[in-house]
Every structure is written in structure tokens, then in C-alpha cells.
């Protein structure tokens, strides 16, 4: 088997994007409401409903969430976390992430493949435009656009996404990598990415690197389970 590298990223919100007010302007209660107490009782559940999407929704994009957790797993036998609580520290997590990452793929380097899951659709578009946000020189690493257009073949020269190899890139498919490592016959994971805000919130470092450096594991084991199919691309 090839030497890889699979890693993960955790994102949350920046607080840039959570400032802004609960637009109660906005959100109004049913027309059939007319007790105060109904509704200041509903008014408390849409605020949390609200705070709830805006938490998942902005998390999610790189205009509006950033990477508080970075992990490499070195096929299986040893890993390396790197996170940023303070926003500030985001930038270096890059730097250092990359730096590691760009050891890849050369004569003499230390690993062959970068490994993700779903790392085209979200963990490379995520780091690329926090890179440029924080305006990160664009290194080697980085896959290139072919790489995302249609008709190029799935894999580029060091970059594999697992879910790509499991799915066929049949588009439509379905199936978190929690789902496939479970089919591989791997442990249920007991923590899930919804916690990570809390986990920053709380300052609890060493919950967000667990969890992050768990789904870098289960993607390295998941692609030496489907290994044969890659290799036989």
C-alpha cells in the first residue's frame, strides 16, 4: 500500500458572522397567537431554533465559519492535531498544516496521497479560501481545478477522496463517513461536529482534537479497506 497522509478539518462560526441580532422584526409568531405568554413561548423557541441554523449554516461556509482543528493521520500509525480556539491562530494552523501536507508526493517525501472524505466538496474548498482569506500563499499541495471539473479523472496526483472511491462519484449517493466507517466494521464514533461549537465555546481543546483526530482515523482505515479499488483505478 501506498504511503498516505488522511486528515480532517472541524470548523465553526467566527463571531463576525454570529453579531448579528436575532431579527425579531422578522420572524413573527402565528397570526393566531394572542397571549402574551404563548407567545413570548414561542418567541423563545424560534430564537433557539434560529441560533441553532446559524451555528450549522455558517460553520459550514469559509465566508462565514473558519477551522478551529486540523488532523493528520499518518497511515494508521501515528497523527498530529493542530487547533485554533482564538481566531487569531487560525492563520499559523494553516501554515503548519501545509507546510506538513506539502511533504507529499516527491521522491523522498514523506507520503504519496493526501487523504480526505468529502475533502473535495468541503475539507480543500474550506482551507483554499481561508487560505486566501488570510492570504496564504497558494503552495503545490493544493489540488488544481482540474481536479474539480467534470470529466477529469477523480483523482489527482496525491489527492484521493475516499468518498469519490465508495460512491463511484456517482452523484446522489449517500452516506457520512460515520456511515461507510461503520460498514468498514469500525467503532461508533460517540461524539458528533454538531458539539465542535460548544467544544470552542467552552474552550475544550482537547474534545474538538479527539473528535477531529478520530474522523482522520476512520478515513485512513476506510481507504485501506477500498484500497484494491483504488489501486485498480
Given at each position: 500500500?501506498?504511503?498516505?497522509?488522511?486528515?480532517?478539518?472541524?470548523?465553526?462560526?467566527?463571531?463576525?458572522a454570529?453579531?448579528?441580532?436575532y431579527?425579531?422584526d422578522?420572524?413573527?409568531?402565528?397570526?393566531?397567537?394572542?397571549?402574551?405568554?404563548?407567545?413570548?413561548?414561542?418567541?423563545?423557541?424560534?430564537?433557539?431554533?434560529?441560533?441553532?441554523?446559524?451555528?450549522?449554516?455558517?460553520?459550514?461556509?469559509?465566508?462565514?465559519?473558519?477551522?478551529?482543528?486540523?488532523?493528520?493521520?499518518?497511515?494508521?500509525?501515528?497523527?498530529?492535531?493542530?487547533?485554533?480556539?482564538?481566531?487569531?491562530?487560525?492563520?499559523?494552523?494553516?501554515?503548519?498544516a501545509?507546510t506538513?501536507?506539502?511533504?507529499?508526493?516527491?521522491?523522498?517525501?514523506?507520503?504519496?496521497?493526501?487523504?480526505?472524505?468529502?475533502s473535495?466538496?468541503?475539507?480543500?474548498?474550506?482551507?483554499?479560501?481561508?487560505?486566501?482569506?488570510?492570504?496564504?500563499d497558494?503552495?503545490?499541495?493544493?489540488?488544481d481545478?482540474?481536479?474539480?471539473?467534470?470529466?477529469?479523472n477523480?483523482?489527482?496526483?496525491?489527492?484521493?477522496?475516499?468518498?469519490?472511491?465508495?460512491t463511484?462519484?456517482?452523484?446522489?449517493?449517500?452516506?457520512?463517513?460515520?456511515?461507510?466507517?461503520?460498514?468498514?466494521?469500525?467503532?461508533?464514533?460517540?461524539?458528533?461536529?454538531?458539539?465542535v461549537?460548544?467544544?470552542?465555546?467552552e474552550?475544550?481543546?482537547?474534545?474538538?482534537t479527539?473528535?477531529?483526530?478520530?474522523d482522520?482515523?476512520?478515513?485512513?482505515?476506510?481507504?485501506?479497506?477500498?484500497?484494491?479499488?483504488?489501486?485498480?483505478?
Amino acid at each position: 500500500m501506498r504511503r498516505y497522509c488522511a486528515w480532517d478539518i472541524e470548523t465553526a462560526p467566527t463571531a463576525e458572522a454570529l453579531a448579528e441580532p436575532y431579527p425579531e422584526d422578522k420572524r413573527l409568531p402565528p397570526s393566531n397567537y394572542s397571549k402574551p405568554e404563548t407567545i413570548s413561548e414561542w418567541r423563545r423557541k424560534d430564537r433557539e431554533s434560529w441560533e441553532t441554523d446559524r451555528i450549522k449554516e455558517f460553520s459550514f461556509s469559509p465566508r462565514t465559519g473558519r477551522i478551529v482543528a486540523l488532523s493528520l493521520n499518518f497511515k494508521g500509525e501515528e497523527h498530529l492535531d493542530l487547533s485554533a480556539l482564538d481566531a487569531k491562530d487560525e492563520k499559523q494552523l494553516i501554515i503548519d498544516a501545509l507546510t506538513i501536507m506539502s511533504d507529499t508526493g516527491r521522491p523522498g517525501a514523506r507520503n504519496d496521497l493526501l487523504v480526505g472524505f468529502n475533502s473535495r466538496n468541503f475539507d480543500w474548498p474550506f482551507l483554499m479560501l481561508r487560505m486566501c482569506y488570510h492570504r496564504i500563499d497558494h503552495l503545490a499541495v493544493c489540488p488544481d481545478r482540474q481536479w474539480w471539473q467534470a470529466g477529469h479523472n477523480r483523482y489527482s496526483l496525491i489527492n484521493v477522496d475516499v468518498r469519490d472511491i465508495v460512491t463511484f462519484n456517482q452523484p446522489g449517493q449517500k452516506g457520512t463517513l460515520s456511515d461507510w466507517a461503520a460498514w468498514a466494521g469500525q467503532a461508533v464514533k460517540d461524539t458528533a461536529g454538531s458539539q465542535v461549537y460548544q467544544w470552542v465555546q467552552e474552550g475544550n481543546v482537547d474534545a474538538i482534537t479527539t473528535h477531529c483526530r478520530g474522523d482522520a482515523q476512520r478515513t485512513g482505515a476506510l481507504f485501506e479497506r477500498v484500497y484494491p479499488l483504488y489501486a485498480g483505478a
